[in-house]
């Protein structure tokens, strides 16, 4: 996860609302200062060096020219660039870019080889960009689909169906187009330096700009074009040892180093015979760069030694911090994908960082928490092979899906629906729009979420627990008063002069909001939970059976609604209110539980275990704060409950409902 944070304290709606505040004075500091770091500049004159390093292998060969105009051409590029980098902002970077791009003029006056000229101009880009950056990799990985359908529309009649270059107008273009399928031209170029000349076009030839393309649609070009040399055959070869090699992922696992690097530098980088298989298979499965195991266990490893350092030094509010974040921006990402593969081991490693936590906020002494943190990361190596397959069988995946969905949606569909039912009852049905409009809010919000999170902003984990738990613990306080109230409205003589006061018809609109925030607030904090889980296990494969299983997890659902509400329409009204008091008042305990668990995951509260089974379905947690809130939401409940009864028997009001 981004390490970037705003105060754990604040929730992630509060994170929105800041950083959506100072988006646009940040966006015009950074555009006045670094106005000509992203121009198109910049990007010819890289595009330029690219071009040079690709194409001057036709130009020039053992010292002597090969083609006049191609020599011409290359000599017009490196002068261009060593005068344009001249006018570029003054940087510290300039005279030593300066220098490079005469050294680079120098070599191709002297019919040096093209070894040599093509790594003075990668050298010399590579520095161009690190001291003017501009975007190097897209957001994510483009659908390469959508390349493909873009290539036919827009490309086929020039480059030819399969990219050889033998489309139907290429015999009468000067020059022709270029083969995409050549392959030693194609190990020179980089999927970035393609989504440059998709960009900008080339000068001098057929190849116009496709700059007013959406940019999404550009680097699905690019993909897709990249694909066309490489072949699906020893793609599938590479597959294997891409899985068994954690060090490989690593090397290779981002979208910008996928990006930037040619297919020969891959192959210069892989040991062995397996790199052409491995540029290969990242040219056709560009969705196999995700964020690895590795890469974020290595966040968890750092942190905890940080942790141990500031520990020592006397530091214990750094000890805890760097402990939080160990598991928040390192472990948590992770939690998804383990937890569809093997519950039993991420909940060890839950446990273990948790008590890690403890002690340091328990200041027990150094050799004890270097205990706890060599415990954690013990487990790691386990974590790291249990991951390393990306690919889930399908029931696996079925199963994973189901009971995701019907565990996150079945606390929330208990809430919604017996507040529906709750307003038949009472006569109160205009009002069941305004739970319909908070559910509803709530999907399209934890949607938005997600997709902030994951294109523009970083939410962290702080933030995300943060959010989980207050919206739990609000919803919890919610409950216990409805639980109360309903328990009390159970007394039949006390239902009947409820309805005959026609109290809730007079407040009917100030509720009906009211009703809106409890819907939206109870479906919110299960939905952008469940989203991240489908995520994580979509990019572990079995998509068809993700889909199926979360379509059966829909029926269950649907069947568990249609009874409440069946059977609550059936049920004389006391007990009625008295069945919905009970239900409430179990989700009231079980919510305050998982409210308690989600802010000390955050850091925010203290956590001190305690010897006890975590059983997530009724909110335990094996914590003493969690197990005291619970025990003070049942004391309130119960106290209530029987202060409700004593009182419906000193007015005479019987179970039955019968007036004495």
Same mark, same amino acid.
């Given at each position: ?62 010292? !002597? ?117 050549? #392959? ?92 052409? +298989? ?34 020592? #030094? ?48 328990? #200041?027990?002494?150094?050799? !004890? ?61 205009? !009002? ?11 999907? +399209? ?46 007394? +039949? ?100 539980? #998982? ?66």
């Amino acid at each position: 996860m981004r390490s970037s944070r705003i105060n754990v304290r604040i929730s992630a709606f509060e994170r929105l609302v800041v950083k959506l505040r100072f988006a646009l004075p940040l966006a015009l500091v950074l555009l006045s200062s670094n106005v000509l770091a992203a121009s198109p500049d910049v990007r010819t004159l890289w595009r330029m060096l690219d071009y040079v390093a690709v194409d001057y292998r036709g130009a020039v060969g053992h010292g !002597q020219v090969l083609s006049d105009s191609e020599y011409a051409e290359m000599k017009d590029f490196a002068g261009t660039v060593s005068r344009e980098i001249g006018s570029l902002p003054p940087s510290e970077a300039r005279a030593v870019l300066a220098r490079q791009a005469q050294g680079l003029v120098q070599a191709i006056e002297a019919r040096q080889d093209p070894d040599t000229v093509a790594r003075l101009a990668r050298d010399l880009g590579g520095q161009l960009l690190a001291a003017y950056p501009v975007p190097q990799a897209p957001a994510r990985v483009p659908d390469v689909s959508r390349g493909k359908a873009l290539y036919a529309e827009n490309c086929a009649s020039c480059h030819g169906v399969t990219g050889a270059g033998d489309g139907p107008l290429a015999a009468s273009l000067t020059p022709p187009p270029i083969a995409f399928t050549d #392959k030693e031209r194609a190990d020179q170029r980089s999927l970035f330096g393609l989504f440059q000349v998709i960009t900008q076009g080339l000068d001098g030839t057929s190849m116009s700009s496709f700059a007013n393309t959406p940019e999404e649609d550009r680097w699905a070009l690019a993909f897709y074009v990249g694909q066309f040399a490489f072949d699906p055959a020893l793609a599938q070869t590479g597959e294997k040892r891409w899985q068994d090699d954690a060090q490989l992922r690593e090397k290779f696992g981002t979208l910008e180093q996928l990006t930037t690097l040619t297919p020969a530098a891959m192959v210069e980088a892989v040991p062995g015979d397996a790199g052409p +298989a491995i540029a290969a298979y990242l040219r056709h499965n560009p969705n196999a760069i995700q964020p690895h195991a590795s890469q974020s266990l290595a966040v968890v490893r750092d942190n905890l030694a940080q942790s141990l350092d500031a520990y020592r #030094k006397g530091d214990h509010a750094q000890a805890t911090r760097l402990a939080v974040a160990a598991y928040l921006d390192g472990f948590e990402p992770l939690e998804p994908s383990l937890k569809a593969k093997d519950e039993e081991l991420m909940r060890s490693v839950e446990v273990a960082m948790l008590a890690l936590r403890t002690d340091i906020t328990n #200041k027990v002494p150094a050799a !004890q928490v270097e205990d706890r943190i060599d415990a954690v990361t013990a487990l790691l190596p386990r974590v790291e092979s249990t991951l390393s397959s990306t690919v889930t069988d399908a029931s696996s995946a079925f199963l994973g899906a189901f009971t995701i969905l019907l565990r996150e949606g079945l606390e929330a569909l208990l809430i919604v629906v017996g507040i529906i039912a709750f307003l038949r009852r009472t006569d109160r049905g205009t !009002q069941v729009a305004y739970v319909h409009g908070g559910t509803f809010a709530a999907l +399209a919000g934890g949607v938005a979420t997600w997709w902030l999170a994951t294109n523009v902003i970083a939410i962290s984990g702080a933030s995300r627990e943060m959010t989980e738990g207050i919206a739990s613990l609000f919803a919890a306080a919610v409950l216990v008063f409805v639980g109360i109230w309903m328990h009390n409205k159970s007394q +039949a003589g006390a239902w009947q002069q409820y309805v005959q006061a026609k109290v809730l018809s007079a407040a009917s609109r100030s509720s009906g909001w009211f009703l809106f925030l409890l819907a939206f607030v109870v479906v919110y904090r299960e939905v952008f939970e469940t989203i991240l889980f489908y995520v994580a296990m979509w990019s572990q494969g079995g998509g068809h059976a993700i889909v199926a299983g979360s379509l059966f997890a829909v029926v269950v659902l649907a069947g568990i609604a249609w009874s409440m509400l069946r059977l609550s329409a059936r049920l004389p009204i006391a007990q009625f209110f008295s069945f919905s008091a009970i239900l409430m008042a179990i989700l009231a305990v079980v919510l305050t539980g #998982k409210g308690i668990a989600a802010v000390q995951e955050a850091g925010w509260l203290p956590a001190e275990l305690v010897s006890l089974p975590r059983i997530e379905w009724i909110g335990l947690y094996p914590t003493l704060q969690g197990v005291l809130a619970q025990v003070l939401c049942l004391v309130v409940l119960i106290t209530a409950f029987v202060m409700n009864r004593r009182a419906a028997q000193r007015a005479g009001i019987p179970a039955d409902g019968k007036q004495s």
